[in-house]
């Protein structure tokens, strides 16, 4: 079993940036594969960001550049580092930790979310 609590968010200007962080309680952290999604108001839910258990990222297309995904496995934590926010950036942030076993047993949990609002 594995808690997630996303922390950071809050409301930011146009063109500033944020870092949400995403502390993880339970067993083997590094074993798994995070997420960040998002989902804005009357959206899907979105895949923003993800960095496997090796290390290697990838994010959507309309982020790339400007967030970077991290992770501190001596503390159970991943990051979100976003810059150059924009108005349409604004949603609730999830942080999501996934991991399918040798078996293809698959785990997956969900934090609460935090809310970004970029806005002037």
């Known amino acids: 079993q594995v808690q997630l609590v996303e922390s950071g968010g809050g409301l930011v200007q146009p063109g500033g940036p944020l870092r949400l962080s995403c502390a993880a309680s339970?067993?083997?952290?590094?074993?798994?594969?995070m997420n960040w999604y998002r989902q804005a108001p009357g959206k899907r839910r979105e895949l923003v960001a993800t960095?496997?258990?090796?290390?290697?990222?990838s994010y959507v297309d309309s982020v790339k550049g400007r967030f970077t995904i991290s992770r501190d496995n001596a503390k159970n934590t991943v990051y979100l580092q976003m810059n150059s926010l924009k108005p349409e950036d604004t949603a609730v942030y999830y942080c999501n930790a996934r991991r399918i076993t040798a078996d293809y047993d698959e785990y997956s949990y969900w934090g609460q979310g935090t809310q970004v609002t970029v806005s002037s």
């Open positions: 960095i496997t258990d090796s290390g290697s990222t």
């Open positions: 339970g067993s083997i952290f590094n074993l798994y594969t």
